[in-house]
């Protein structure tokens, strides 16, 4: 069965600083691959996708991720924090059968 | 513009009393899906639909019953044998296997 994993229910970084949560995965076939981004109260909202077409996926809001099979990672990035990314990211996994599987989800807290 | 548009925004309900949230859609979408969202635990699936006239249950059902008759509209009934409602309720939809979902804003559902 394919699941995923989010490392850390919250990250804190600093205003302006790097960045990085981790979503790892595991698939028997090649996967289909998505963050979301939730705002509170809201509902969610799509950042990027991997469809296999490039391992670097550029989204919204200057965020990027990038495949690597041989770790089976989609870490997100992003090069400076703002204070509007304050707000809970989620990682997922297509599973071929209509079916998205969801990480836990992280909780992004930015310190002024 | 195409999206999805869950209503009410925030329900009140008391003890004991069925309630049933709305869920419509002009996207197109084949399937559609239901889920619940308490803090600190993602999304759980209730129940999704991959075509009119056909639901299955997810991994959180007990309590919940919903109906698809027309492509449209996916609304979840909560019933009074759902034993803990007050939550954040999402629906969503996707045109096809491994593509992207598409959420609702939510509704939040108290039981006073």
């Known amino acids: 069965a394919q699941s995923v994993t989010q490392l850390g229910s919250h990250v804190s970084v600093s205003e302006g600083a790097l960045v990085l949560l981790r979503c790892n995965y595991s698939s028997s076939v090649p996967p289909y691959l998505f963050w979301y981004v939730q705002y509170p109260n809201q509902g969610l909202q799509l950042l990027l996708k991997y469809t296999s077409a490039a391992t670097l996926v550029k989204g919204i809001n200057g965020f990027e991720a990038e495949f690597k099979k041989s770790e089976t990672s989609f870490h997100l990035t992003k090069p400076s924090a703002h204070m509007s990314d304050a707000a809970e990211y989620f990682c997922?996994?297509?599973?071929?059968?209509?079916?998205?599987?969801w990480g836990a989800g992280t909780k992004l807290i930015i310190k002024p | 513009d195409g999206g999805i548009t869950q209503s009410p925004k925030y329900l009140f309900r008391k003890e004991g009393q069925n309630v049933t949230l709305s869920c419509e859609q002009n996207?197109?979408?084949?399937?559609m899906y239901w889920y619940r969202q308490d803090p600190g635990q993602g999304l759980r699936l209730i129940y999704y639909?991959?075509?009119?006239?056909?639901?299955q249950k997810g991994d959180i059902a007990e309590g919940y019953s919903v109906s698809r008759e027309k492509k449209e509209s996916f609304p979840l009934t909560v019933t009074s044998a759902q034993k803990n409602p007050t939550a954040f309720y999402l629906c969503a939809s996707i045109a096809d296997t491994n593509t992207e979902a598409f959420f609702g804003q939510g509704t939040r559902l108290t039981v006073v």
């Open positions: 996207l197109n979408h084949d399937a």
């Open positions: 639909s991959q075509i009119v006239n056909d639901f």
């Open positions: 997922a996994v297509g599973d071929s059968n209509y079916q998205l599987i």
